[in-house]
């Protein structure tokens, strides 16, 4: 089919229903009846003229600003006057704003009007003195302007599409999860092509082999949400899914009659079916700009795979990392696991961001990291450590946040941020920096009190777990004091989920 935008890809069935509007502007009633009677029987691209008339140029802006898709103007100088055509073509290009309307000035009195003068000084499109227009002149005429005026429009239909494939593709790029990702890109292609009934993503699951038996169906929109998990060969129309084939088999878009399906593969050779149709407009959008959002669609989701290596290489350092302190201090792999959970727990019921959480459920277990500086005398020693011995213990926290912080990497500059303020207390008597209330990092405060609730729970080379009840009554009395009041509250409410957490991770 053709490329073009909607303007063109219309059927000549269509098209023959929207005639091409022609505005004559004359003061002269002759003028109009002889323009109407040559012209009557004129056809372009299978489409006849729809004549409006104005016999004044304030008629004539009036016609213009009801009539947006005017596509040609025949327009006399000299109405009332000597100059109401020249300031017609000034009001239209400027106070109207219409830079498509193709303006054919006609003139009786070319002395009033230069040719030279008027093309260089106004926006016209042609310019004829009455005495020169013949009959086989004016339909020349008339053919150029129309052809021009449906050039341009194209090109602008396809500039607005172009726009609303990168609005499309902007958003979808700004999903960094996968369910998101996919629901996203449906959402952008039902609205780039109007499908009603909304759209629908197929995974393959054999990529790269030559043919697929199964198309299981990932995402999907509207009323296609409901066929999530479902084959699209068991919930489809069959010429639906032969489409689905067609694109699949040779790795290529499909443009059907009343719809799409888009075929998007990525170099990890992960190959997916994009379908939208069935009772939306094929010529709402070209096919090239929809080639192009797919082509978008695939380098998004390029960047979702490398973000998500990106961020499995940074869990797997957490996890090392993680690992060596608690090698070191004796604490379970478990430990800094429930604390990460609870963490992100905390943080979401306190109402910070999806973004935020889901790094602290990764950075709050290296708030202990500093302590692979403490010797092992100390670090491991059964019992209350010395004045000295707690001078020493201490300096985990600014170890902790000397090796991370010289990470730029958001995650671990999150951690070092834990590492540093994980310590500080609620009433400012904490260390390394005595900080108190909201001047201590959010995520220092939420990871202080996820650690010390799940410590007290675990067994210590100094301790025994304790029991629930006394944990709770620790945690009241050091409300305010030690922890943040408002985190307390929050793990209170929510006491059964963290249990949870420790069930499903004991040591």
């Not at 500039?159 to 959402?187: D, K, M, N, P, W």
Request: proline share 4%; aromatic share 6%.
């Amino acid at each position: 089919m053709n490329a073009l935008s909607h303007n063109v890809r219309q059927t000549a069935e269509a098209t023959r229903l929207s005639p091409w509007k022609v505005l004559i502007v004359d003061d002269e009633p002759e003028v109009h009846a002889v323009t109407r009677l040559v012209l009557g029987n004129f056809r372009f691209a299978d489409r006849p003229l729809h004549f409006l008339n104005a016999h004044s140029a304030a008629q004539a802006e009036a016609l213009l600003r009801e009539h947006e898709d005017i596509a040609v103007m025949l327009l006399d100088v000299v109405m009332e006057t000597d100059r109401a055509g020249l300031d017609l073509v000034r009001a239209v290009r400027e106070r109207l704003g219409n830079r498509f309307v193709r303006i054919v000035l006609r003139t009786g009195q070319p002395g009033q009007a230069p040719e030279q003068h008027v093309i260089a000084a106004y926006d016209i499109n042609d310019y004829k003195e009455k005495t020169e227009l013949t009959a086989q002149k004016l339909a020349t005429t008339m053919f150029a302007a129309l052809r021009s005026y449906r050039d341009i429009r194209t090109i602008e239909a396809n500039r607005r599409g172009l726009e609303r494939v990168i609005a499309a593709s902007t958003y979808i790029f700004s999903h960094e999860h996968s369910q998101r990702f996919a629901l996203a890109v449906l959402e952008q292609l039902t609205d780039l092509v109007g499908g009603e009934r909304g759209a629908l993503c197929v995974r393959i699951l054999n990529p790269g082999t030559a043919s697929s038996t199964h198309f299981p169906i990932a995402a999907g929109t509207c009323e296609y949400r409901s066929l999530i998990g479902r084959s699209a060969e068991e919930r489809l129309p069959p010429a639906i899914v032969a489409s689905m084939r067609s694109a699949f088999a040779n790795r290529r878009h499909h443009f059907g009659d009343d719809h799409y399906v888009l075929y998007v593969s990525d170099s990890h050779a992960a190959e997916t079916l994009l379908y939208v149709g069935e009772n939306t407009n094929p010529g709402e959008l070209s096919n090239r700009l929809l080639e192009v959002f797919a082509t978008n669609v695939a380098v998004a989701y390029e960047n979702l795979h490398l973000n998500r290596e990106l961020l499995d290489s940074q869990i797997e350092m957490v996890h090392v990392l993680a690992g060596a302190a608690e090698t070191r201090s004796n604490e379970t792999a478990n430990h800094v696991k429930r604390v990460g959970l609870i963490a992100e727990m905390l943080g979401q019921l306190y109402g910070l961001d999806e973004k935020t959480t889901s790094a602290l459920r990764l950075a709050a277990p290296l708030h202990d990291i500093g302590k692979i500086g403490i010797p092992d005398s100390i670090l491991n020693k059964p019992g209350a450590h010395t004045e000295q011995e707690a001078v020493v213990m201490r300096t985990h926290a600014e170890l902790g946040a000397r090796l991370l912080g010289k990470s730029k990497r958001p995650l671990l500059k999150l951690a070092a941020e834990i590492a540093l303020t994980h310590h500080e207390n609620w009433d400012g008597s904490g260390y390394p920096r005595g900080l108190a209330g909201d001047a201590i990092p959010i995520a220092g405060r939420i990871t202080m009190l996820a650690d010390v609730f799940d410590a007290l729970g675990s067994q210590r080379c100094y301790k025994d777990p304790w029991p629930i009840e006394d944990i709770r009554a620790y945690l009241v009395e050091q409300s305010g004091i030690k922890f943040d009041p408002r985190l307390v509250e929050l793990l209170f409410e929510n006491w059964e989920r963290v249990q949870t957490v420790r069930a499903k991770f004991p040591d």
